[in-house]
């Protein structure tokens, strides 16, 4: 397979390590219904499927209600960037490719991937940036994806979705995109296969050096 030349990204768990402030978010919720925390090993593994199913599984069928993911999202927003980091080597890998052949496509809402991209100073090197609220389908579907590739103008058979959970390969499968599992991250393959796989963020720059 040619080297892919086009790098869309998953945000949590694959550009930033956002665990600690996810978790956070989520047992603030919990303490105020009076539910015991969870640890991050726990919180990990809900993430990856946009912010209802987040809190929804974080509370459990019985006591999750609608207006639980608006006031996880209050919460979350004061806490972004308390201990969210990128991962060592993505600043390595960024800088090595240019901003209108990367994109980031993820299923957190697009306010806060703004927010926090340009806390830790990564939003310029992206061509485009999608969120789970960007449009009216989110990953697994393709559209984000397909979207990302006409924004930047760019062919699917040019391009890779890089990402930790199943959601990211699905997608970038239905889109016609290569796809790189992230074992460091804390999301699933679901026992797919990837066309490549990083097991530490700085693997990325070996499998997809630049220009």
Known sequence: MKTPSV???DLDGTLIDSLPDLALAL???????????LSQEQAGAMVGDGVSLLVQRAL??????PEHVLR??????????DNTRCYEGIKDLLQS???????????KPHGQTIEILSGLGLQGHFGVIIGGD???????????????LETL??????AVMIGDHHTDIKAGRAAGTATCFCTYGFGSNGG???NFQAHAAGDLLDLFPGA
């Open 7 to 9: 790098l869309l990204f």
């Open 192 to 194: 797919l296969a990837s």
């Open 27 to 37: 047992n603030l919720l919990r303490a105020e219904l009076d539910v015991p925390a």
């Open 97 to 107: 490719h240019p901003a209108r052949r990367m994109g980031v496509v993820t299923n």
């Open 153 to 158: 103008g760019a062919d699917a058979r040019q």
């Open 134 to 148: 960007s449009l009216e389908r989110k990953k697994p579907d393709p559209l984000p994806v397909q979207k990302a």
């Open 60 to 65: 459990g069928d019985d006591l999750f209600k």
């Open 72 to 81: 996880f999202l209050e919460l979350y927003d004061l806490h972004l960037l």
